[in-house]
T-cell receptor, first 112, second 118 residues
Framework: KNEVEQSPQNLTAQEGEFITINCSYSVGISALHWLQQHPGGGIVSLFMLSSGKKKHGRLIATINIQEKHSSLHITASHPRDSAVYICAVRGRSGGSNYKLTFGKGTLLTVNP | DSGVTQTPKHLITATGQRVTLRCSPRSGDLSVYWYQQSLDQGLQFLIQYYNGEERAKGNILERFSAQQFPDLHSELNLSSLELGDSALYFC?????????????????FGPGTRLTVL
């Protein structure tokens, strides 16, 4: 079992829909990252969370430390949101404190 | 443009060879991270340097090594290359050490180097 599980693996939506991507992890963490990778390959860091909720434009990320779960929401989705969204966690203790472990990503396609 | 540069963009080489990938972090960033992205393994953390010193090690093979120079640029050396080393190699930089301590430490990714081993 992977330490970081994302769901769904693939998601197709119509423009304007509300999108939710989920990330569950099995280890203690110090922080969780959401990344976006566009078809051309470039990676952008969207959020880093250690608790609560963060919002940037149409993107909202939440984390529940007790339940070891995070969600990424996209409101009013747009075709330009089409990308792979990757969840990554940073370890909490000792030498693993700075190591990032990645989920396999969620491929989002937003149709016009 | 993230401000992180990587060279070369593409590299094609043969098995058994050695290559060097280069990364220049954003101005002022002290941490450099190296990642490998392959089709079957996804993104994997290789190694992190902070201000010239190794900070964290991930799934980096013994055939691979890295260093960060006094001007903070970093190089990833891959030797005795195998077909399975074909992947996208990303470098990222951040201002701090990468730990939380209440500080947001966003990582800025470079465009990547696509390595093809034939």
């Amino acid at each position: 079992k992977n330490e970081v599980e994302q769901s769904p693996q693939n998601l197709t939506a119509q423009e304007g829909e509300f999108i939710t991507i989920n990330c569950s992890y099995s280890v203690g963490i110090s922080a969780l990252h959401w990344l976006q990778q566009h078809p051309g390959g470039g990676i952008v860091s969207l959020f880093m969370l250690s608790s609560g909720k963060k919002k940037h434009g149409r993107l909202i990320a939440t984390i529940n430390i007790q339940e070891k779960h995070s969600s990424l929401h996209i409101t009013a989705s747009h075709p330009r949101d089409s990308a792979v969204y990757i969840c990554a966690v940073r370890g909490r203790s000792g030498g693993s404190n700075y190591k990032l472990t990645f989920g396999k990503g969620t491929l989002l396609t937003v149709n016009p | 443009d993230s401000g992180v540069t990587q060279t070369p963009k593409h590299l094609i080489t043969a098995t058994g060879q050695r290559v060097t990938l280069r990364c220049s972090p954003r101005s002022g960033d002290l941490s450099v991270y190296w990642y490998q992205q392959s089709l079957d393994q996804g993104l994997q953390f290789l190694i992190q340097y902070y201000n010239g010193e190794e900070r964290a090690k991930g799934n980096i093979l013994e055939r691979f090594s890295a260093q960060q120079f006094p001007d903070l640029h970093s190089e990833l050396n891959l030797s005795s290359l195998e077909l399975g080393d074909s992947a996208l190699y990303f470098c990222a930089s951040s201002a701090g050490t990468g730990g939380t301590s209440g500080v947001t430490d966003t990582q800025y990714f470079g465009p990547g180097t696509r390595l093809t081993v034939l």
